[in-house]
């Protein structure tokens, strides 16, 4: 069994683990959960089900955008990390997605409404840019992660928070929205459990989420990561809270109508 295996085997294993993308498939079987019980995938599909053309915000290397199936005759996806630019292009383009870097949240490299659909899953939400590019009676889906999201990790390292505490969740996003406009069509927020069953999964994790313990490395953490490394040996799992919240919301059509 991969938890069976010492310390140094798995953090090394860990640490020499390709991140490029946003592909957690290293970790199957080796961590589960964070999944809210909505799926964003399904709400994603219904959404471009009934739309001319849409917008994938931070795609990540677009493996959730690949898999959606059919796609709108416009598609885009922008990211703001260059290293995912150029696997989202080898993914994206033969199905017809132009990829953009947008590598300032503020600026969405698409004209004025150029988009009936806008989806985000995980990606940095600016209300007023999300608004810019949809077209009146324009719809916004966004899974999001909350400022309170696995802090269990951090405390158990002994780490500082990754965010202050109730910084970013479904009530400030909220305001943010509809302060820009919005009109909320659904709104919902979940504490789903994450599990590592063994500390390379743990280390692959900090490494890929790099933003929740800035400046992690098994050096740095090396006594804290061991005393979690026996602990997941005595009981086999680590239980964190994830935090999501899911939004979906509509720019009203303000035209004028005879």
Known sequence: MVAAAGYDVLVDAAMAAPVDGWDFGWLSGRAEGSDPSWSYRELARACLGCAGAGLDVDTGGGELLAGLGDLPGRMWATEGWAPNVAAARRRLEPLGVTVLPAPEPEVLPLPDGAVDVVLNRHGRLSAPEIGRVLRPGGVLLTQQVGSDDCAGLNRALGAPPAHPPGSWDVR????????????????????????????????????????????????????????LHARMCAEGRFDVRAHRFLIVAERPDTGVRP
Do not use: K
């Open 172 to 227: 400030t996003a909220s305001a943010a929205l509809t302060g820009a406009g919005f009109r909320l069509r659904r709104v919902e927020e979940e504490f789903p459990v994450l599990t590592f069953y063994d500390i390379g999964a743990l280390v692959y994790h900090l490494r890929l989420v790099a933003w929740q313990v800035p400046g992690f490395s098994p050096e740095r953490y090396g006594p804290a990561l061991r005393r």
